[in-house]
């Protein structure tokens, strides 16, 4: 059997989006709160003009990360790995230790459970993800077996 190549799926566009207009109003708030001390301590605009600069770096830093860098997913030969999903439950786990993969609707959202032998649980919710369910969850399933050993009937 074949050995599948690493996969790495990152973060949907939508909750890029939600990602981003969080920074977005964090930065609105920021630049609120240093206007407010620059007018009120008579310090120079330089200090608004360096903290505007700032804040569209990381904004632009942000967006690359998210779209280019940042990983929900990673699955490999030894395991899998989940980030920034908050709620999943256990981040990451070897093949051997997965005892079932299921899929469920949990709060009307469509996942993919992971149970570990010892009961902790990896839910991954494939909305999530920026690839198609049915893509991810074959995926996921030719990484499980052959992490497990398992031959194709």
Known sequence: MA?????????????????????????????????????????????????????????????????????????????????LIRGAGVSGAAWKDVEDASTGTPHGIPCVVLTLVDGRTTTIPVAALAADREDFVRDLQAHLQHGQGLTPL
């Open 3 to 83: 050995v599948p190549t690493p996969s790495d799926y990152r973060l949907s566009p939508s909750m890029n989006a939600r990602l981003m207009g969080l920074l977005l109003v964090v930065l609105a708030v920021l630049l609120f709160a240093v206007t407010a001390v620059v007018a009120l301590l008579h310090l120079p605009p330089d200090v608004l003009v360096v903290t505007v600069l700032l804040g569209l770096v990381g904004v632009f830093g942000t967006g690359y990360l998210l779209t280019r860098r940042a990983y929900v997913v990673r699955l490999d030969e030894a395991g899998y790995r989940v980030r």
